[in-house]
């Protein structure tokens, strides 16, 4: 099946600094992605929709200079957590649907982030 | 208003029985899309099933199977003969606008279950 793969898995990272978190599909073009966060034991919120080529959708109450996202090809879309605090700390995984095909989503494995 | 409802946050079973996660949604849309993942502690999410609403049958992959009542609007997934690997999280999630070019997945706040030996 599809792959969609994250990197890094985890980070930690000091208050104030910026974290790039990557989401690649490996053997499919995905003209979208989403980005979700998923706090502890509660259910992934939908962050944003990046589409290739274009601006990102970000949901209601995600702040767009915060969480910076860039879908600069078919196959990887970034997230950056810029000056980051310690509140910012949790689960962040992407998923990607493919151009073709019956438009399932594919997700990636996750990364956590630890603000210190 | 919330689209998707789990109302049991946890649940146990014993190994080699089956066992039913609760899932209902909410939507307006005639066409629309209703998932289950499966979420280990791994924290990555894996696909279970997936019924369209237009399916008349109800789905079933292996000893996944969603029980799919559309006029109550739930869409309960049924684990047979549980195994111990199947202890994780597990989402319902449904997919609205399937017609339209843009897709949103919106999740449910999750069951964990646990199999007991």
């Known amino acids: 099946g599809a792959v969609v793969s994250q990197h890094p898995s985890r980070v930690i990272c000091k208050s104030g600094t910026s974290v790039k978190i990557e989401c690649r599909s490996l053997d499919f073009q995905a003209t979208t992605m989403f980005w979700y966060r998923q706090f502890p034991k509660k259910s992934l919120m939908l962050m944003a929709t990046?589409?290739?080529?274009?601006?990102?959708?970000?949901e209601q109450g995600v702040e767009k200079d915060k969480f910076l996202i860039n879908h600069a090809s078919l196959t990887l879309s970034t997230l950056t957590v810029t000056s980051a605090h310690p509140e910012d700390s949790s689960f962040y995984i992407c998923?990607?649907?493919?151009?073709?095909?019956?438009?399932?989503?594919?997700f990636g494995e996750g990364s956590r982030l630890t603000v210190l | 208003a919330q689209k998707i409802t789990q109302t049991q946050p946890g649940m146990f079973v014993q190994e080699k029985e089956a066992v039913t996660l609760d899932c209902t949604y909410d939507?307006?849309?005639?066409?629309?899309?209703l998932f289950w993942y499966k979420q280990p502690s791994s924290g990555e999410m894996i696909f279970l099933i997936y019924q369209g609403s237009y399916d008349e049958q109800n789905a079933t992959e292996g000893r996944y199977s969603l029980n799919f009542q559309k006029a109550r609007k739930s869409a309960n997934l049924v684990i047979s003969a549980s195994q111990l690997g199947d202890s994780a999280m597990y989402f319902c999630a449904m997919r609205e606008s399937m017609n339209t070019g843009f897709q949103k997945l919106v999740f449910g706040t999750g069951t964990r279950l646990l199999v007991s030996p």
């Open positions: 939507t307006s849309d005639q066409s629309y899309g």
């Open positions: 990046s589409n290739e080529g274009s601006k990102a959708t970000y």
């Open positions: 998923s990607a649907r493919e151009a073709r095909g019956t438009g399932e989503l594919f």
